[in-house]
């Protein structure tokens, strides 16, 4: 009875997970076929394979351009991002202020609040500077999530810390930034990997500001880009597929290698705030 | 640490790229042109730019590569120019944009250096006039074309009513009848003019009033979806079909006819690519219950960015571009008619174009101009969503078009382009006219001829509307042309056969 | 903190700069979020207020109230993006929620296999939402897409459908699109909140003889609520603003069936370059999201969500 159950359960589970990779199984698959045999006789291990889409991604379509822009500005917005939010996510989690509370609540407003709602300001004030089509263009209106994002997930790490250690410091006569830079800090670099690493995903994944306040592929983003190859020329799905492949590519690998600390640092974020 | 370390190499690389940006080849002037980045049209572009810097290798020309797909191409224009970039100097314009940009100020006007408007045909500079002066200059002349199966019937149908019959009777083998651009974008307003025109119905009077919920217009719509649910002729695919989608399924042999630009012709004779290569020909699109059959008038135009640091270069690049020439390569490279109505006479033309040239004359004069209009995209855009929303029926025709005419209607009002509107806010200096007078002369300002204070930098301007009343009426409406139709809602004379 | 025998006042002179360290160190980061984020968001509401088309410079960027709104309300566009948008939520929501707790539990259970069913649960979030977008258009583009094959194969489809023909199977890709995306988001969450049950409470309730369902609704699913609202919230406010996913897989359409808010004010911002109307409608986007954030927050209670502040 119980053994059933629990069989049950797992099949469920089982044909659960199936589901959530076919999509990406297929996508692989599809890339690696022709483009006439995309959309006949679909089995589930085609052959013959090729690497044609791949090609032309990189030599026709400049591929690298994209992935470079999503580089920069995924990168740029995680460093300051993290540089600034640490600081003060350690404030938040330690110190004692009034309006702390309130600061916290509203940077998790500002994280979950549509960005829609701020795009015609952006626009109209990166237009008036010169900024539409650059990579500050970018990195600022990304900071609008990735700031919060960074400081919610802090505030949980430092949060988690023994707090022995600082108030020695503390005790010692060390101020408080210093604490935080000496003491803090070092301790907690898997925290900030992994917040690090949560705001790059982040940032690397948005599409909403990147396909308003950019214009040509000099400066799209990987997401942008891919979703723009569509056009007057037959609408390229192995090119497109083979850019998925390639997008997904360094997300994937991110996941794999830090899917212990995404989950306990998403989580932290989320259940315990 | 493995995070840490990617940051700063990506700052340094920002910082390099931004140094990267403005370097400068010395006595070399650059400029961009935007264009298509695939395909036969990227080649000849690409050719035609290294004879142009051959001839002048003080300028450096790059290719600005665009999406191909109309709708996304205005996007990225509209963003570029919107920002104020300087680049690219000169824009591909599609037909239908000219009077947008001229208006908004994002283009230059040409007439300072002189271009040879006599050359080209009537309608195409008349749809890259604003306020009188020239914003670009034709490139190549897109009109619709039938497109049917030669191995497969002995003529092409005359009339839609016969291109049904045939399609609906079509053989067993042959999965669809009739293929055309249906997806909701710029090409399915195509599609349905074409349909419009040939009921006998138009979008806009020639007085510039909406008139999309008539009688005819219902009937053409209505034919459109019951070609495909009530017999079967038009695959329901082809609501998510552009050009390209169709040019496919023809070419693979699964269609019977199909309407589409002159570019798919050398393509698909390609046998290479194409199941159908010397199987199919050409026709002029067919004739309606209310009137002959018309194409809808396409093709490109060549616009100098108004921001562009070098227009003086930019223009060079237009001049060479748009000779007579240029034009014939582009014919004989990728199938693209000629904008210039004398080349027509030269024998190479007919070798480059699978049509006759005289009978291409023809069918370019006698052409259905879009309205020229600033609002044009957001007319548009209504009529698309309208359209789209009863060829998938989710609204009847006729509501649904009654509701888009009553939304054009709104919207020439909004933006001060319709006769009242601006009667009303004339000024004291500008004498008011009569009723009649004012309606026929403002007519055309408004929507062919927009107001004329909007022509100089509109920036200057801070009451544009009070000129508008009678200014350009006498001007820029000239007796229609010798042409055998004058489709152009500029031309009242053009009577029942203005389609648009 | 140990209270170091000092007087009162040295401790509140301690307090005061304590507090002048906190402002120091928190302003920087709050800074940038006020300046990037805060101040375009009045900057919104101000433009709402205005009439003001970049395509038609000339006419200027008069002030004209709420005459914006007035116009919103009156489009019937408007009042089906707002339909759209809430079917979406409804929809999209309990369906993720109902599927994270079933994948939840099952994990909860398994011991072997972890680190690759977590890897499977991660992986569909980690893409890129518009690249997921286009993942599901392939499947169910065309006739010979593999939605249509499978369906065909089965027989469950007579015909091949062009899904995004139609107004209401067009929905389709769109909403398992976004189940498949954002249902491990949920999981973890879940996943996260079962670990923090403690296992001792199961023990004592089986040896009071309580069944497996009885244990599900009485220990499990209490303590899993405040996990569970603070899911719910999060996946509402997310899919409220719903915009790359239907842009990139349907563009809102056929006609405008699938458009949601997010989309008909990118629409009438970056294609109709209408600053004041579209702002008008951003406006309303935000408005709506912070009536439910409002909501739920009253109806959690504050301690659920905010017990660290």
Redesign the interface.
């Known amino acids: 009875m119980k053994g059933a159950r629990r069989r049950l359960g797992l099949s469920v589970v089982v044909l659960l997970l199936a589901a959530a990779a076919f999509p990406l199984y297929w996508t692989v698959r599809s890339s690696l076929v022709s483009e006439a045999s995309l959309f006949q006789h679909p089995s589930l291990l085609p052959s013959p394979l090729t690497l044609e889409h791949y090609r032309a991604l990189f030599q026709v379509r400049r591929f690298w351009l994209p992935i470079r822009n999503s580089l920069v500005v995924a990168g740029a917005t995680t460093l300051l991002s993290v540089t600034l939010g640490s600081v003060c996510a350690y404030a938040l989690a330690r110190l004692r202020f009034r309006g702390r509370a309130l600061l916290l609540s509203f940077l998790l407003a500002v994280a979950m609040f549509p960005q829609i709602s701020i795009v015609s300001p952006l626009y109209l004030l990166l237009r008036e500077v010169g900024l539409i089509d650059s990579y500050p263009g970018l990195v600022m209106p990304y900071l609008t999530f990735a700031m919060p994002l960074t400081v919610w997930l802090l505030v949980g790490y430092f949060r988690q810390l023994p707090p022995d250690l600082e108030e020695a410091a503390y005790v010692d006569g060390a101020g408080r930034f210093r604490t935080f830079w000496e003491i803090i800090l070092p301790l907690s670099l898997p925290g900030l990997a992994t917040t690090a690493i949560l705001t790059f995903l982040y940032s690397w994944n948005e599409f909403l500001f990147a396909l308003s306040f950019t214009v040509g592929p000099e400066r799209q983003t990987v997401p942008v880009a891919i979703a723009l190859f569509r056009g007057r020329y037959q609408v390229p799905w192995g090119e497109i597929l083979a850019g998925v492949v390639v997008a997904t590519l360094p997300v994937a690998l991110l996941v794999v290698m830090f899917q212990r600390g995404i989950v306990s640092g998403l989580t932290a974020g989320a259940v315990k705030g | 640490m493995k995070p840490a370390r990617h940051p700063l190499t990506i700052l340094l690389s920002l910082g390099l790229t931004f140094v990267g940006c403005v370097f400068e080849d010395e006595g070399v002037t650059r400029v961009t042109i935007s264009g298509s980045a695939v395909g036969a049209e990227a080649d000849i572009l690409r050719r035609q730019l290294e004879a142009f810097q051959e001839e002048h290798p003080d300028v450096r020309v790059e290719i600005r590569p665009t999406p191909d797909a109309a709708d996304q191409r205005h996007q990225l224009y509209v963003q570029w120019l919107v920002a104020r970039s300087p680049d690219p100097d000169i824009l591909q314009l599609d037909v239908i944009w000219t009077a947008e940009f001229a208006a908004a100020g994002w283009i230059l006007p040409l007439s300072s250096f002189d271009p040879p408007t006599d050359a080209f045909f009537d309608a195409t500079i008349r749809a890259n006039l604003w306020q009188d002066a020239l914003y670009a200059v034709p490139w190549f002349v897109d009109v619709g074309m039938l497109y049917w199966r030669s191995d497969l019937l002995d003529s092409p149908p005359s009339s839609y009513g016969a291109l049904l019959e045939t399609a609906r009777t079509r053989s067993e083998r042959i999965p669809h009848g009739f293929v055309w651009q249906g997806a909701r974008y710029e090409g399915l307003v195509v599609t349905f003019l074409e349909h419009l025109r040939a009921f006998g119905g138009r979008v806009l009077e020639p007085d510039g009033r909406v008139r999309v919920d008539s009688e005819e217009a219902v009937r053409a719509l209505t034919f459109m979806r019951d070609a495909i649910y009530a017999h079967g002729a038009v695959p329901e695919a082809a609501l998510t079909w552009q050009e390209e989608q169709t040019r496919l399924d023809f070419q693979s042999g699964r269609a019977l006819f199909m309407r589409n630009w002159p570019y798919a012709y050398p393509l698909m004779q390609d046998s290479s690519a194409s199941e159908v290569a010397g199987r199919f020909d050409v026709a002029p699109l067919p004739a309606g219950p209310g009137a002959e059959g018309a194409s809808a008038l396409g093709g490109a135009q060549l616009a100098v960015n108004a921001h562009s640091d070098e227009p003086a270069a930019a223009w060079r690049v237009v001049a060479f571009l748009t000779g007579p020439e240029q034009m014939l390569e582009r014919a004989r490279g990728a199938g693209q008619y000629p904008a210039r109505r004398d080349l027509y006479d030269r024998p190479e033309l007919a070798d480059a174009l699978p049509v006759d040239p005289e009978r291409a004359r023809s069918i370019i004069e006698a052409a259905v101009p879009r309205p020229v209009t600033p609002v044009y995209t957001q007319l548009s855009s209504i009529l698309q969503i309208a359209l789209h929303r009863v060829l998938t029926r989710q609204r009847e025709p006729a509501p649904a078009l009654r509701e888009a005419a009553d939304e054009m209607r709104a919207l020439l009002e909004r933006v001060e382009l319709r006769p009242g509107a601006s009667a009303e806010r004339s000024d004291d200096a500008v004498p008011r006219a009569s009723e009649s007078d004012a309606a026929r002369a403002d007519a055309p300002a408004a929507i062919a001829d927009p107001p004329a204070a909007t022509t100089d930098a509109p920036a200057a301007t801070t009451d544009p509307p009070a000129a508008t009343t009678d200014a350009p009426a006498p001007t820029t409406d000239p007796p229609a042309p010798t042409a055998p139709v004058s489709p152009s809602p500029a031309a009242p004379g053009g009577g029942g056969r203005m389609g648009v | ?2 209270d ?1 025998g000092g007087t009162a006042s040295r401790s509140a002179k301690l ?1 005061r700069r ?2 002048r ?10 800074g ?2 006020a300046l ?6 009045a ?2 509401a101000w ?1 709402s207020m205005h009439l003001h ?8 960027r008069p002030f004209v109230g709420l005459a914006n709104y007035v116009e919103l309300f009156s489009d ?2 408007f009042r089906e993006a707002v339909g759209h948008t809430a079917f979406f939520v409804a929809v999209t929501v309990p369906l993720e929620l109902g ?1 994270g707790l ?2 939840a ?3 909860d ?2 011991r072997r296999g972890r ?1 690759l ?8 979030w ?11 258009r ?2 169910f ?6 939605a249509n ?1 499978l369906l065909l194969g089965v027989g469950l489809l007579g015909d091949p459908l ?1 899904w ?4 209401v199977m067009a929905w389709v890709p769109v909403l398992l699109a976004d189940v ?1 995306k954002m ?3 949920v999981t ?2 879940l ?3 079962l670990q ?1 049950i403690p296992q001792a409470l199961y023990e004592a309730a089986r040896m009071d003889g309580a069944g ?1 369902w009885q244990r599900f609704r009485e220990i499990t699913l209490p303590l899993l609520r ?2 569970l609202l ?2 719910l919230l ?1 996946r509402t ?2 899919a ?2 719903v ?2 996913l239907v ?2 897989l349907t ?1 809102g ?5 699938t458009e949601p ?2 989309l008909f ?2 629409d009438a ?5 209408r ?1 004041g109307y ?2 008008a409608i ?2 309303t ?2 408005l709506i ?2 009536l439910f ?1 409002l909501a739920y927050v009253r109806f959690l209670g504050h301690a659920d ?5």
């Open positions: 903190m140990s170091g307090r304590e507090r360290t906190a402002w120091a160190m928190v302003l920087p980061a709050v940038v979020v990037v984020a805060l101040f375009p968001l900057w919104t433009e088309d970049l395509r038609m410079p000339w006419r200027g019937s566009r599927l079933v994948l539990l099952g994990l259970q398994i680190g069913a977590r890897v499977l649960v991660l992986l569909p980690a893409v890129p939402t518009a690249v997921a977008a286009l993942v599901w392939f499947m583009e065309g006739e010979g897409g593999v094959q062009v995004f023909a139609d107004s498949w249902t491990p988001f973890l969450l996943l996260a909140g923090n497996g405040p996990a603070v899911t999060f406010l997310d409220l603003r915009f790359d842009y990139v563009g359409g056929p006609g405008t069936a808010l997010s004010a990118f911002l970056l294609q109709g370059l600053f579209g702002s951003s406006m986007v935000f999201a912070f954030a969500l905010m017990e660290r502040g």
